[in-house]
């Protein structure tokens, strides 16, 4: 495998490299300007990418407008500083209601093949309805916002300019599912040292780290593998031996589908914690005793969870290559800020 050559190379290079290496500048990256490495990305053909639909988009997801109160907008849940997730095991929605599930990460969000925890939503443009109309978070209709869109004046000329119409149902999905397909994050330390040739990118432990996660010892890419870490299963990893969250049961009516959630991308994952649907743990060393363990029992878990044992310093090779997979300069770009 390429990944193993580039091991190779570097640790040949180890003895002679300097004690320190001075961090580049960051670079930005233009928009919708794909990684090294990523595939191109399906894009609807009634939603094609402009800068003009992409800035409608991102004005919409900062603007709590879209809430049935006015106080909640996309960007309250979805936080840029961590890779567009939350930091709490749930989020809240209007009058402070309960969330039900911990906020995914919206890195890379444009190349899902479906969408929510379960995967029951086939386009972002159709995901966007989602969190809009969901009693548990904006609580509003999608018809209503629209009117409240058309009273304002920037938001008309906006909406025209992008889509040669007055906004309505079809304009709000469309430019924010625009914006969040620009949310590409390609330039982490794994990124730069296996797409984009820089053999010092990764430290030691992090090398270590990633010959084990590429491994069958951990089976790690079974679930997590390709460019975005993640190859988009619907699967139970044995979180718990009975679930009050019904996952994919939820769509299915099927009680074998019970517990079965959406494989997430591990891109980011250092900083996108609490984890699993229910962010019910808060640390990469939980996350790998969870998977060490083989998980809870459960008649619907993955065959693929086998248990494995990690010496102390393999556990600590393996989370520093997670922490590899941070992208400081998605989390930094000014062009996603409001």
Same mark, same amino acid.
């Given at each position: 495998?390429?990944?193993?050559?580039?091991?190779?190379?570097?640790?040949?290079?180890?003895?002679?490299?300097?004690?320190?290496?001075?961090?580049?500048?960051?670079?930005?990256?233009?928009?919708?300007?794909?990684?090294?490495?990523?595939?191109?990305?399906?894009?609807?053909?009634?939603?094609?990418?402009?800068?003009?639909?992409?800035?409608?988009?991102?004005?919409?997801?900062?603007?709590?407008?879209?809430?049935?109160?006015?106080?909640?907008?996309?960007?309250?849940?979805?936080?840029?500083?961590?890779?567009?997730?939350?930091?709490?095991?749930?989020?809240?929605?209007?009058?402070?209601?309960?969330? *039900?599930?911990?906020?995914?990460? +919206?890195?890379?969000?444009?190349?899902? !093949?479906?969408?929510? #925890?379960?995967? =029951?939503? $086939? @386009?972002?443009?159709?995901?966007?309805?989602?969190?809009?109309?969901?009693?548990?978070?904006?609580?509003?209709?999608?018809?209503?916002?629209?009117?409240?869109?058309?009273?304002?004046?920037?938001?008309?000329?906006?909406?025209?300019?992008?889509?040669?119409?007055?906004?309505?149902?079809?304009?709000?999905?469309?430019?924010?599912?625009?914006?969040?397909?620009?949310?590409?994050?390609?330039?982490?330390?794994?990124?730069?040292?296996?797409?984009?040739?820089?053999?010092?990118?990764?430290?030691?432990?992090?090398?270590?780290?990633?010959?084990?996660?590429?491994?069958?010892?951990?089976?790690?890419?079974?679930?997590?593998?390709?460019?975005?870490?993640?190859?988009? *299963?619907?699967?139970?990893?044995? +979180?718990?031996?009975?679930?009050?969250? !019904?996952?994919?049961? #939820?769509?299915? =009516?099927? $009680? @074998?589908?019970?517990?079965?959630?959406?494989?997430?991308?591990?891109?980011?994952?250092?900083?996108?914690?609490?984890?699993?649907?229910?962010?019910?743990?808060?640390?990469?060393?939980?996350?790998?005793?969870?998977?060490?363990?083989?998980?809870?029992?459960?008649?619907?878990?993955?065959?693929?969870?086998?248990?494995?044992?990690?010496?102390?310093?393999?556990?600590?090779?393996?989370?520093?290559?997670?922490?590899?997979?941070?992208?400081?300069?998605?989390?930094?770009?000014?062009?996603?800020?409001?």
């Amino acid at each position: 495998m390429r990944w193993l050559t580039g091991i190779a190379v570097l640790l040949l290079g180890l003895a002679c490299r300097p004690e320190s290496v001075p961090e580049p500048a960051p670079v930005f990256p233009a928009l919708m300007e794909l990684p090294a490495g990523f595939p191109e990305m399906v894009i609807p053909a009634d939603n094609t990418f402009t800068e003009v639909r992409w800035d409608l988009g991102r004005k919409l997801f900062f603007d709590p407008i879209l809430s049935a109160d006015s106080t909640l907008s996309c960007a309250s849940c979805h936080l840029q500083s961590y890779a567009f997730a939350d930091q709490r095991p749930t989020s809240p929605g209007v009058e402070d209601r309960p969330g *039900t599930r911990n906020v995914p990460s +919206l890195g890379n969000v444009g190349y899902q !093949p479906y969408f929510t #925890r379960e995967g =029951g939503v $086939p @386009t972002l443009e159709m995901q966007v309805l989602v969190p809009i109309q969901e009693h548990n978070e904006f609580d509003f209709n999608i018809v209503l916002a629209a009117e409240r869109l058309a009273g304002r004046p920037d938001y008309v000329e906006a909406a025209e300019a992008a889509y040669g119409r007055t906004p309505d149902a079809f304009v709000i999905t469309r430019a924010l599912a625009c914006y969040e397909r620009s949310l590409l994050t390609g330039n982490s330390a794994f990124d730069q040292f296996f797409y984009q040739g820089r053999p010092d990118a990764l430290s030691a432990q992090a090398l270590e780290g990633m010959a084990l996660f590429f491994s069958e010892k951990t089976g790690c890419t079974h679930c997590h593998g390709g460019f975005n870490f993640t190859n988009y *299963t619907i699967v139970n990893n044995g +979180l718990y031996e009975s679930y009050d969250d !019904p996952g994919l049961e #939820r769509l299915t =009516g099927d $009680p @074998t589908d019970r517990g079965k959630f959406k494989v997430p991308s591990l891109r980011n994952v250092a900083i996108t914690a609490p984890y699993m649907h229910d962010g019910s743990l808060w640390t990469l060393s939980e996350i790998l005793d969870h998977y060490q363990r083989g998980g809870a029992v459960h008649p619907n878990k993955s065959p693929l969870l086998q248990p494995f044992a990690l010496s102390p310093s393999e556990k600590q090779a393996l989370i520093a290559f997670l922490e590899s997979l941070t992208d400081a300069t998605f989390l930094e770009n000014p062009l996603f800020k409001q």
